[in-house]
């Protein structure tokens, strides 16, 4: 098993370096990516270029640039400066963060706690009214894209310009230290607006895993057993039938942390997500490839924690 | 027709057995050693399940009856479709939740399972009644360890706390078997053999002293070589513990050797129903015939044929009219597309019952036509049952 985790995580930082090989490329090749051209601005002359490309070392062969990137990379987490601003990627993109993690963990615990019981009563009534009303309100939220659904609830509730108003509306986003009540409320319309969609699709997933294993042999020896169905369901049956929805939660997960743009956009929340679209709208380039290296790395994670999580919910995989 | 008109099939049922048993099986649930006959531990009657399907109604099982008393065996034997595995689940009360239609009574130790609770059920299955069922490894829960769902078993009965419960699923697997038991105890289902995992599913179905025990072809998934040791484990287990069985298979080889009574099901009804020794030596049905001609003996010359019976089960949707199985008879006759055969006792054997429309005579002589043209059936049988040693075959010299 350590061994396993060893090898697994050895893979990861590969992938980690092969993603970052190819920002590293991708920034080179692309036709108005000259970092010195932008970092220089619209109106600067051929020497000022020069000089910012001899400081930000563009002038050195390609290879040693690509080992100084690296280096600094994975010693300092080192991802240049913005083009923009000027200020350090790396100080951005973890000034951003808790914004992100906040918004992404609630969401998932809301979504999780939301979606799983739908899922597994509408399995166990399947085709009754319940069931029917529970999959055509999640088709509805699956179908309604989360920005639309987002300006809708804050059309509806935002304290701003809601007709009820009841929540903070976009822009009140306060940091969890700061004040942790505000944090809560400000948070409550994004976290279900980002919640909606997942808590529908898990509730199907939940659904669909669960009237399969309800299926299966050793539920009907653990009806002949004569436990009380309850404890079919939920020892036996959801135990089964989790196990592939908790994969699907990882990277989920992992993806989200990497930045939920339209939400963050939506509620302006100065998250990963946000931090992502403005660089992308400057063409801002070190932010975008230190938000993309960031996303990989949580989905290189997310994937790490979900092999090693699956060798303890399901005892037939063991690594070797 | 039948020389027999008129007889309804539950009493000849009832008459063949137990005939001073009280009809009122309400003061019988607690037996008296004193008394000399004892209402049978488990009475189905006219037993009919249907399921609704999207292509139409099934009838799974189509008025079944049949007695079994204690200690004994009883074998439900037919081919894939034929409704035995439908008609031993239904004793559970397990065929409910996939949306069927139970009807009939089956009574166990003087009550009607039927008409009970599913909570009041769930206090019988496990304890009262256990089952083994085909596939011991999809059989077992995959993520749980083998004593975890022993104990289980105990607990969901007893209220014994987790260390005497394992200390009693470590008791069970060593009494089915399992080498090691202390340190199997704790194995997944997927690291024991096929052969451990039967034993194991058996372990758990043993676990509160059942009084009747369903096994659903247990031997089926397995090695031929592990066949033999499970139905030589049940064999034992059930003599030792005095516990009814009901043994389910589509292979007669199994039952040969360890069912007192073997009822022969087709199409979902049964079509002969005889003690064990009676339905080798004289069986009465066609069906029976066929099934008897298609098993291969050890003793045999090797370049014999068996004789598989021609056609295939009929679709439970759509069952032929009449006796069920004349589109596969070679003895078939024009009118028994229409009529209806009732099981029936054999003009002169009351334990023995034939669905059948040819006359009796007329079913002996081709009967006996047929085991002279090959040898006789409970010779090939007896060398083909499991647990005796294969004799050498010389004959193929």
């Not at chain 2, 200390?167 to 078997?177: H, K, N, P, S």
């Amino acid at each position: 098993m350590t061994g396993y985790v060893v090898r697994r995580v050895l893979w990861g930082v590969l992938l980690l370096i092969l993603v970052s090989a190819l920002t590293f490329v991708l920034f080179r090749i692309l036709p108005t990516a000259d970092p010195a051209r932008l970092r220089a601005g619209p109106n600067a002359g051929p020497r000022v270029i020069a000089e910012i490309r001899a400081n930000l070392g563009l002038n050195k062969p390609l290879l040693t640039q690509f080992w100084l990137y690296m280096k600094g990379l994975f010693l300092h987490f080192d991802l240049g400066y913005s083009y923009y601003s000027g200020a350090s990627v790396k100080s951005l993109v973890f000034d951003r963060l808790p914004a992100t993690l906040s918004l992404t963990i609630g969401s998932a615990i809301i979504w999780m706690a939301i979606g799983l019981p739908i899922g597994i009563l509408s399995a166990l009534r399947r085709r009754s009214r319940t069931d029917r009303g529970a999959m055509g309100a999640a088709l509805l939220f699956i179908s309604a894209p989360e920005y639309w659904l987002g300006l809708i609830v804050l059309y509806l509730f935002a304290a701003d310009i809601g007709q009820i108003k009841v929540f903070p509306g976009a822009g009140s986003y306060t940091g969890l230290t700061a004040d942790p009540q505000k944090w809560v409320t400000s948070l409550i319309l994004p976290w279900l607006v980002l919640a909606a969609g997942f808590a529908a699709v898990y509730a199907r997933l939940m659904r669909g895993s669960l009237i399969e294993t309800m299926g299966e042999d050793y539920i009907r020896t653990a009806r002949a057993k004569g436990l009380p169905e309850r404890r079919v369901v939920l020892h036996h049956g959801v135990r089964a039938a989790i196990t592939p929805i908790l994969t699907i939660f990882a990277l989920d997960v992992g993806v989200l942390l990497g930045g939920a743009v339209l939400i963050e956009t939506v509620f302006d929340i100065p998250g990963i997500g946000r931090l992502n679209y403005a660089a992308i709208t400057h063409a801002d380039f070190p932010i975008i490839q230190g938000t993309v290296l960031l996303a990989a790395l949580f989905i290189v994670v997310a994937n790490i924690l979900v092999d090693i999580a699956y060798a303890y919910l399901d005892p037939r995989v063991r690594y070797s | 027709m039948s020389p027999l008109d008129g007889a309804e099939t539950p009493e000849v049922t009832a008459a063949s057995s137990a005939s001073e048993a009280s009809p009122d099986a309400g003061h019988s649930a607690n037996p008296e050693p004193a008394h000399p006959v004892e209402e049978p531990l488990l009475r189905v009657e006219d037993l009919r399940v249907t399921y609704l399907t999207e292509d139409g109604v099934v009838q799974a099982v189509d008025g079944i009856s049949y007695e079994l008393g204690r200690g004994r065996t009883l074998g439900i034997v037919g081919e894939s479709g034929s409704g035995k595995t439908v008609a031993a689940l239904s004793v559970l009360g397990l065929t409910r939740a996939e949306g069927a239609t139970v009807s009939g009574r089956i009574a166990f130790a003087g009550r009607d399972l039927l008409a009970l609770t599913e909570s009041e059920l769930r206090v019988i299955r496990g304890d009262e009644i256990a089952m083994v069922f085909q596939d011991p490894l999809s059989s077992l829960h995959p993520m749980y360890r083998v004593g975890a769902q022993i104990v289980e078993a105990i607990r969901a009965h007893r209220d014994t706390a987790k260390a005497p419960s394992r200390a009693r699923a470590i008791e069970l697997l060593d009494l089915v078997g399992i080498p090691e038991p202390s340190a199997r105890v704790d194995s997944y289902p997927h690291e024991l053999s096929g052969g451990q995992r039967q034993r194991a599913m058996i372990a758990m179905a043993l676990a509160n002293d059942p009084k009747l025990l369903i096994a659903d072809e247990p031997t089926t998934a397995l090695d031929v070589t592990v066949q033999a040791q499970i139905l030589a484990l049940l064999s034992r287990l059930q003599r030792e513990r005095g516990m009814a069985l009901v043994l389910v298979t589509h292979d007669l080889g199994v039952v040969a050797e360890m069912a007192d009574e073997i009822a022969v099901m087709y199409a979902g009804r049964i079509v002969e129903h005889a003690p064990a020794e009676r339905l080798f030596a004289a069986p009465e049905h066609p069906y029976t015939w066929g099934l008897l001609r298609s098993i291969p003996t050890l003793d045999g010359p090797r370049e014999e044929l068996l004789t598989p019976i021609p056609g295939s089960p009929p679709s439970p949707l759509a069952p032929p009219s009449g006796c069920r199985f004349h589109p596969r008879c070679p003895y078939s006759e024009p009118e028994h597309a229409r009529i209806d055969p009732a099981l029936e006792a054999v003009p002169g054997q009351p334990d023995h019952e034939v669905a059948c429309l040819l006359a009796s005579q007329t079913r002996r002589r081709l009967w006996m036509a047929l085991a002279d043209r090959n040898r006789t059936p409970d010779q090939s049988l007896s060398t083909v049952a499991p647990s005796s040693p294969a004799p050498a075959p010389e004959s193929a010299a």
